[in-house]
């Protein structure tokens, strides 16, 4: 028996469809011709007083050195080199801040949990203190004490030796680059490699042989043999370039400024508040049966964590994190308060030297959102191994 036809779509003014599709041309119209006469207005508005448009600007030479970079800047490099180094500084101080604050919010977040008192409330203070205290104030904070509280440069303390901290900053040593580190480089990303297809086809055995093999030994061990494997046929280059105190000053090493140091403490502290929320909601989440049944099978409070109650919270955590994480890259514009050369204390500059007010914050609205998009795609293709599969 052969399948009834389709009904015939009829569009006439009584259809939903129609209206729908007529509502959203309407729509559409309306805001190209409000987007059309916003820039008409302006442009006809700047050259009236004669501000000059346009993104010309972005190829002369920028005239003004920056602080502190990746990359070596010089002032006569064009405004694009400088926003890009701008954009890297930024980029720099957002990715520590989001490992940083991941590993420092799960702690405090499983500490909010403990069977401690101690812990569990010392790790609830924490987190009503950070989160009542603006971010801004708290930026201000950390700059005074790396600034005002820390010794002079000629007396600075040693936590650890070759490290250096003052109020200059944190000197530490750094490798000297030989080729043979490009060749650890490489082990290190064939470890990272076969960490992640070790754990795969482990959980595979498991699943599909029954078969127990141990995942988590293999897969930490793997990212730490192959790069020294490669680093010892490599000739196992080993110059250090360490930092060294001499009557006024610290000379050799690597070095980040107070500036960083504020940026960077400040988000880590203030977006660990929010994510230990976000783990601790998250664990709970889980439903208490399978805390029962870890109990019934006698496991202690850390493995009924590790091997039960996160990996099932995971699918409720990652898009609230997903959120911390945006937040965190977007307030690392406040660092212009504190004088660190991000994209927005850059952008800054290039205003005021070229008065290209609407340019230069288009792009940094540009950079930021790419960043956004970028982290939000990151997260979402992690939510989607992680997420619980259905049938």
């Known amino acids: 028996m052969s399948p009834p036809p389709a009904p015939k779509r009829r569009y006439g003014w009584r259809s939903k469809a129609l209206r729908g599709l007529i509502y959203q041309a309407l729509a559409i119209v309306l805001l190209v ?18 501000i000059q448009s346009g993104f010309d600007f972005i190829l002369q030479p920028a005239g003004f050195s920056i602080g502190e970079s990746l990359m070596e800047f010089d002032s006569a490099e064009s405004y694009a080199v400088a926003f890009a180094v701008g954009l890297s500084n930024t980029f720099r101080v957002a990715l520590a801040g989001i490992f940083f604050a991941t590993v420092l919010g799960t702690l405090i977040g499983v500490g909010r949990l403990s069977r401690n008192f101690l812990v569990r409330s010392l790790s609830g203070a924490y987190v009503d203190l950070l989160r009542n205290v603006p971010l801004l104030l708290q930026l201000f904070i950390w700059y005074f004490v790396l600034t005002e509280l820390l010794p002079a440069i000629e007396e600075p303390l040693t936590p650890l030796p ?50 127990e093999l141990p995942r988590l030994l293999p897969a930490l061990a793997l990212p730490v043999l192959l790069p020294l494997l490669a680093w010892w046929l490599a000739g196992m280059p080993g110059e250090i370039d360490r930092p060294e105190k001499t009557e006024i000053t610290l000379v050799g090493g690597g070095a980040v400024t107070p500036e960083y140091l504020t940026v960077l403490l400040g ?15 998250g664990v709970q989440a889980v439903p208490f049966g399978q805390h029962e049944a870890s109990a019934a099978l006698g496991l202690n409070r850390g493995l009924e964590l590790r091997l039960v109650l996160l990996p099932q919270a995971l699918r409720v955590i990652i898009p609230p994190m997903t ?31 070229t008065g290209r007010a609407i340019e230069c914050i288009a792009l940094v609205m540009a950079c930021y959102l790419t960043l956004s998009l970028l982290t939000s795609a990151a997260m979402n293709a992690y939510n989607q191994r992680a997420r619980l599969k259905e049938r």
């Open 33 to 50: 011709a409000a987007g059309a006469y916003l820039v008409h207005n302006t442009l006809e508005n700047m050259r009236a007083r004669g």
């Open 162 to 211: 070759g490290l250096f901290l003052s109020k200059n900053g944190l000197q530490f040593p750094i490798p000297v680059w030989d080729p043979g580190h490009g060749w650890t480089l490489v082990g290190l990303a064939l470890g990272l490699v076969a960490a992640v297809a070790w754990w795969r086809w482990a959980t595979a055995q498991r699943v599909v042989n029954a078969r």
């Open 267 to 281: 988000l880590t502290f203030y977006t660990a508040a929010y994510i230990a929320e976000v783990v601790r909601s």
């Open 323 to 353: 959120n911390q994480y945006l937040n965190l890259t977007k307030n690392s514009s406040l660092a212009v308060a504190v004088g660190y050369p991000d994209l927005v204390s850059i952008s800054n500059t290039s205003l005021n030297q």
